[in-house]
Each structure stands twice: as structure tokens, then as C-alpha cells.
């Protein structure tokens, strides 16, 4: 590469690694071009992107944005995932996709400007998704006002029967006790 084209990519790189909230880097040696496709289009889903990018231009971009927590990830074939969205649904799909092909290797990221450990990664992977989250915080709010909707309907349904009870006996014309009103 001429010295101009890789100052372009080092700064293309550092402007992409700095509008990240996570970063991910991985060990992608013996995947074949089909998996890693594959790999692609399942981080595109969740709004992320996986980069296979030259090594000393990656280290260099990192530096200028000030990620000296990572420089000891890129060494070897190391491919960068780039988190722009939920880091959760992220996760899963590079924890499944690592579960499923050895030879992808998570080796350590960045979150927020944090080091983010594999243990880290797993935790992340392991929360439920955002929307099953919203929906269970809904549920336990819905749920106490259902269980006072049916309380209130059962009082009224006792007050009516009640009611409707004296009336029937006032119209047999049965006596009505103090006790009873």
C-alpha cells in the first residue's frame, strides 16, 4: 500500500473503531469464506459488522483512538467485530457462531471505552434480548392491575348477589331480619 493509502485506512479505521460502543476482535484462522459470510450476515442482522483488517494498520488506529486496551488482541489473522447497536444480540450471535466453529476464537474487546473480557462477552450474551425484557417490565405491570380488576369485579359480583338475594326474599314475602339487612 502507498504511505497516503494507508494513512486513509488508519483513519477510516479510527473514525470506525471510535463510533463503535463495542468492539469485539477474534481469531477467524481456518474459517472458510462461506463462514464467514455467514458470520456477516448474522452480525448485519443485529446491526453490527465483522472486518478482516491488515493487523499493523488496525494497531495504528487503534492507538490514535486511544484503545491501548486492545493492542494486545491483534496479533494473528484477527478479524474485528464492530458493535454500533445493542451489544447484546451482538453477543449472541458471535458466542453461537463461536460455539459452533472452533476455529473462531474470541479473544477480547472494548465497551464503552472499557476492556471487555470473553467472560464479559458471555454474560452479555447470556441477557435476553431487549424487547424480552420491555415485554416481562409490561407483564409486571400489567399484572397487579389485572389482579385488582378481578378483586374489584368480585366485590361487586358478591355486593350484587347480595342484593339480589333480599330482593327475592322480600318478594316471597318472607321477614327480613335486622341480621340480614
Known amino acids: 500500500m502507498v504511505r497516503k493509502d494507508k494513512q486513509d485506512k488508519v ?3 479510527e473514525d470506525l473503531f471510535k463510533k463503535a460502543n463495542t468492539l469485539v476482535l477474534a481469531e477467524y484462522r481456518g474459517l472458510t469464506v ?5 458470520l456477516r450476515k448474522n452480525l448485519k442482522n443485529v446491526g453490527a459488522t465483522f472486518n478482516v483488517v491488515k493487523m499493523s494498520l488496525a494497531k495504528r ?15 494473528g489473522p484477527t478479524g474485528v467485530t464492530v458493535i454500533e447497536s445493542d451489544p447484546v444480540d451482538a453477543a449472541k450471535v458471535l458466542k453461537e457462531f463461536s460455539d459452533e ?11 464503552d471505552n472499557k476492556p471487555l473480557t470473553i467472560e464479559q462477552l458471555n454474560v452479555l450474551a447470556s441477557i435476553e434480548s431487549k424487547d424480552v425484557l420491555l415485554a416481562k417490565i409490561a407483564g409486571g405491570f400489567n399484572a397487579p ?3 385488582l380488576a378481578y378483586a374489584l369485579k368480585g366485590l361487586t359480583n358478591k355486593t350484587s348477589f347480595a342484593f339480589q ?12 331480619s335486622k341480621e340480614e339487612e
Open 101 to 111: 466453529n472452533d476455529s473462531f476464537i474470541v479473544k477480547g474487546g472494548l465497551m
Open 11 to 13: 483513519k477510516e479505521l
Open 145 to 147: 392491575l389485572s389482579k
Open 165 to 176: 338475594a333480599l330482593i327475592e326474599k322480600k318478594e316471597s314475602g318472607d321477614e327480613i
Open 61 to 75: 488506529a487503534a492507538t490514535k483512538a486511544g484503545f491501548e486496551d486492545i493492542l494486545d488482541y491483534f496479533s
Open 34 to 38: 462461506s463462514q464467514q459470510t455467514l
